[in-house]
């Protein structure tokens, strides 16, 4: 009997290794492997997603929904598919007890694992969220999720490459700079603000998930699979279609009007912080809102707000944070890119 339950947890683990290899292989590392080709060559990696050639995006209409959904949707579809895979089977193919070792202590180790954890994912704060929900699901503390969450897409290797190559080295340095306290420190604050009753709790779940664990491993995936994808889906492809009908809105008509007053620089943090864009999106939106005669103050702030959090992401994790870490979070996201924009002003970007 000890030998079978061996081999089925071994088993298990070389699933989850095998879906998380292949999966992140094709999704994310060969495609990225050969932009940075196009990015070094030409300069740029596409048109903005947010208004492509316009110096504005369209006015709110179903029309400009829908663009925007089926646009976004074509960009991202296969890492969602992957992140809601990897996110149900952290809870039914790995061990109870695993995640919570490695991920669920309350100090600043959990949070460094988990953003170190996120390097090679790459994800865009979206298709990360349902990984960072399985997570919380089998016990990791809330810093370590955090860290992982807005490491995905703030510390993503190919996406600082993309960032040199397109807009240049300094905004590549200014992102890292910025990135990794954003990431680290709000990971750590995320544990510190942790109680002894959300510890208690924790422990008490992580029990019950050892008895659960016992069910057939394939069924309790597919049912785990099953929920995410109704749970996540449905609120995710609304609050997508919303915010590309309300791009308008969030971005007005860019040009030199746009200039480095605090006002605008703390505007464009918000409405970045807000807007939901695929991996690597923020630097073609900046780079055309910078051709556009936009300041470098705002673009700052966009490229520090742009890739962590969204709006459909922070609805898709509202169930695994409390409201105040929650909140923490987008506090500390809004400050770096007011941070960013204002570097960017006084080092003469």
């Known amino acids: ?71 976004y949707g074509k960009a991202i579809w296969k890492a969602m598919v992957l992140g809601l895979l990897l996110g149900s089977a952290v809870q039914a193919l790995l061990p109870a007890d695993w995640v919570a070792r490695l991920l669920g202590g309350r100090h600043f180790g959990s949070a460094l694992a988990g953003g170190v954890l996120a390097l090679p994912g790459m994800m865009c704060t979206c298709c990360a969220a349902p990984v960072v929900a399985g997570l919380r699901r089998a ?13 995905n897409s703030v510390l993503n290797p190919a996406t600082l490459i993309f960032i040199g190559f397109v807009l240049g080295w300094r905004w590549a340095a200014l992102r890292l700079v910025l990135g990794v306290p954003l990431v680290f420190g709000l990971g750590y604050l995320a544990n510190r603000m942790t109680s002894a009753r959300e510890v208690a709790q924790s422990e008490a779940v992580l029990s019950a998930l050892a008895v659960e664990a016992q069910q057939p491993s394939f069924r309790r995936w597919l049912a785990i699979l099953g929920r995410m994808t109704l749970r996540l889906v449905p609120e995710y492809v609304i609050l997508v279609l919303l915010l590309g009908a309300a791009r308008a809105w969030l971005f007005p008509t860019i040009g030199p009007n746009v ?91």
């Open 259 to 349: 200039d480095n007053h605090i006002g605008w620089i703390i505007a464009f943090a918000v409405a970045g912080m807000l807007f939901v864009i695929p991996t690597a999106g923020e630097a073609p939106i900046i780079q055309a809102m910078l051709s556009l005669g936009m300041g470098v103050g705002p673009a700052g702030a966009l490229l520090m707000t742009l890739p962590p959090i969204s709006l459909p992401s922070m609805a898709m994790l509202a169930r695994s944070f409390p409201p105040r870490v929650l909140a923490m979070v987008v506090a500390g996201v809004v400050l770096s890119g007011v941070a960013g924009g204002l570097l960017a002003v006084g080092l003469r970007f």
């Open 139 to 151: 016990q990791a503390s809330a810093g370590a999720a955090i860290a992982f969450w807005l490491g």
């Open 1 to 71: 009997m000890r030998q079978i339950r061996t081999m089925n947890l071994a088993w298990r683990v070389a699933t989850f290794v095998v879906i998380a290899a292949l999966g992140l292989l094709y999704v994310k590392w060969l495609p990225y492997y050969d932009r940075a080709f196009v990015a070094a060559a030409d300069h740029s990696i596409g048109k903005s997603i947010l208004m492509g050639e316009a110096a504005s995006a369209p006015a709110p209409s179903i029309e400009a929904a829908l663009g925007y959904a089926l646009a």
